[in-house]
């Protein structure tokens, strides 16, 4: 890798990918070691990458459906505000960091609390839970008065 790769990294690359280690990757590998250390010696990094990403991207992916849900239907209603709403870039850098939240407060309950396997489902459910109904919440409000809702949407979608 040279130098002249590193200069051709932009700013969205940049973030993108900082989300998905931050989000995914680096709270999955925590679960795991708190889990089953064994298991995390004993997998080579491909395996654990793959068992990191597994477990920590439930709770991203429901309230992202929910949101291309919601979009999806005020498109097709011609909702008023509708682009206010955003798309799948900004949804993804939202739900990203909200999943870094949910994911990091897990590991600290799993850590805190001894949590195993059975326990670790419980918290990832009831986050699930959480994160959908919030996410169904603000949607909801958005339809209300997209102009009232501005902090919705912080990232733009479009090309600067």
Known sequence: M??????????DIATNLGVLIFSFVCPG???WYLISPELFVALDF?????????VSAPTFIAPYMISLAFFLIMKKRAVDGAELYGGPKSWYLRHGIN??????LIVALCYWLGAGGGRLLVFVLLVIIFSVVAEMYSSIMFVRNPRRVSGLTV?????V
């Open 29 to 31: 590998f925590l679960l």
């Open 46 to 54: 491909s395996k654990l990458l793959v068992l990191a990403v597994a």
């Open 2 to 11: 040279s130098i002249d790769s590193i200069y051709k990294i932009t700013p």
């Open 99 to 104: 999943n870094a939240m949910h994911m990091y």
């Open 155 to 159: 990232f733009s979608d479009e090309q």
